[in-house]
């Protein structure tokens, strides 16, 4: 049982190492032994744990992926009641996120600009979360668009898939210009935008 936490330590150590140089560094200028030294460990416990880089660089955006849902399923917007004030809130959310200090992006938006023609098994990782993510959005959206009763012939999964775009291409513009506070007018632009779409 001791062996079986240790492992998942080391397994762990790794896997953290990789998320914070990856969205430091990027995917490519990231080695191997990079993660290993920042991690304190050797290549012998890399290989026992990942076939190789794109094993771990699979593995990073899920772990990535499934951290920042279970951050947003227990985030106290998920308890209002009217679905429109769901999205704007999660749209508040990203916007918070951008505040933190240690902010650095969004390693699936990272990987995907970075990896989508040289790296097919990454790409279909960060598609599929993304497509997941875009869902999410859509659910509430046709819920909102129900309740105001929104006879435009919008699609509520352009829509999703507008703000994924809003967002991702906020945080590029970010990075290019060194300021996040350009992220965060890009997503309140979005929100008044989203607002005027139901006549709020």
């Known amino acids: 049982m001791r062996k079986a936490r240790t492992d998942s330590r080391t397994r762990q150590r790794l896997l953290d190492a990789a998320q914070d140089l990856m969205l430091t560094k990027g995917y490519t200028a990231t080695s191997v032994d990079d993660v290993c030294e920042a991690a304190g460990l050797t290549k012998g416990s890399f290989f026992h744990y990942f076939k190789g880089k794109e094993h771990l660089g699979s593995l990073v955006v899920e772990r990535y992926y499934a951290a920042s849902q279970e ?47 040289t790296h097919p098994q990454i790409r279909a990782v960060c598609a599929a979360c993304l497509s997941d993510l875009a869902k999410s959005f859509k ?12 006879r435009a012939r ?9 703000l994924i ?10 990075k290019a210009k060194q300021d996040r506070k350009v992220f965060e007018t890009s997503l309140l632009h979005f929100k008044e935008y989203l607002k005027r779409l139901f006549e709020m």
């Open 139 to 150: 659910l509430d959206l046709d819920a909102a668009k129900k309740k105001y009763k929104v």
């Open 71 to 117: 951050m947003s399923r227990a985030a106290s917007y998920h308890r209002k009641k009217d679905p429109l004030d769901r999205v704007l809130a999660h749209v508040d959310c990203f916007i918070e996120a951008s505040r933190d200090p240690v902010w650095k992006g969004c390693l699936l938006g990272t990987f995907v600009q970075e990896l989508s023609q």
């Open 165 to 174: 775009a809003v967002a991702q291409g906020g945080v590029i513009l970010a």
């Open 154 to 162: 919008w699609s509520t999964q352009s829509l999703a898939e507008h």
